[in-house]
C-alpha cells in the first residue's frame, strides 16, 4: 500500500538518509524540497519508474511523492511505482509514501520552523 508522511516525519528520514523525494508537478515547479528528484507526471512513464526501482527497490528507505497539494499527481505517480515493484521487484525492501498536504504543506511546515528558529 502507498502510505502518507508527514513533513517533519519525512525532514528527520531526509536527516537519516532513509528518504529519497520525487517532485512530479510539472510546469507549477518551482524548486522543491532539498535534494529532490522532479520528474514531471505528464512525461512520468516506464522510463522513470525502472529508475527509481532499480535505484531503490533493494533499499530500506522511503521513497516519497509529492505535487502541489498531493491530491492527485502525486498519489498516481506513487500508485504506478508500486505497481512496477510489485510485477519487477517482488522481493523490494523500500517503502512508496505519498507526502501528505504535498508542497504546500513543506512549505507551510519548513515556515513554522524559520519562525521556531527565531522565537528561540
Known amino acids: 500500500a ?5 513533513p517533519r516525519v519525512l525532514q528527520q ?4 538518509n532513509k ?5 512530479v508537478r510539472d510546469d507549477d515547479f518551482d524548486g522543491g524540497i532539498p535534494s529532490c528528484i522532479h520528474k514531471p507526471s ?3 512513464g516506464v522510463t522513470d519508474l525502472e529508475e527509481l526501482a532499480e535505484a531503490h527497490a533493494g533499499r530500506p528507505i522511503s521513497v516519497v511523492f509529492y505535487c502541489m497539494l498531493s491530491q ?4 498516481n505517480a506513487a500508485r504506478k511505482f508500486l505497481t512496477h515493484l510489485q510485477k519487477k521487484y517482488p ?3 523500500c517503502s512508496v509514501k505519498v507526502l501528505n498536504g ?4 513543506w512549505a507551510e511546515w519548513e515556515a513554522e520552523q524559520e519562525e521556531a528558529k527565531w522565537l528561540r
Open 2 to 6: 502507498v502510505l502518507g508522511i508527514t
Open 13 to 16: 528520514e531526509l536527516d537519516e
Open 19 to 23: 528518504a529519497v523525494v520525487v517532485d
Open 42 to 44: 505528464e512525461v512520468f
Open 72 to 75: 492527485s499527481r502525486g498519489p
Open 91 to 93: 522481493e523490494f525492501e
Open 102 to 105: 504535498g508542497w504546500a504543506a
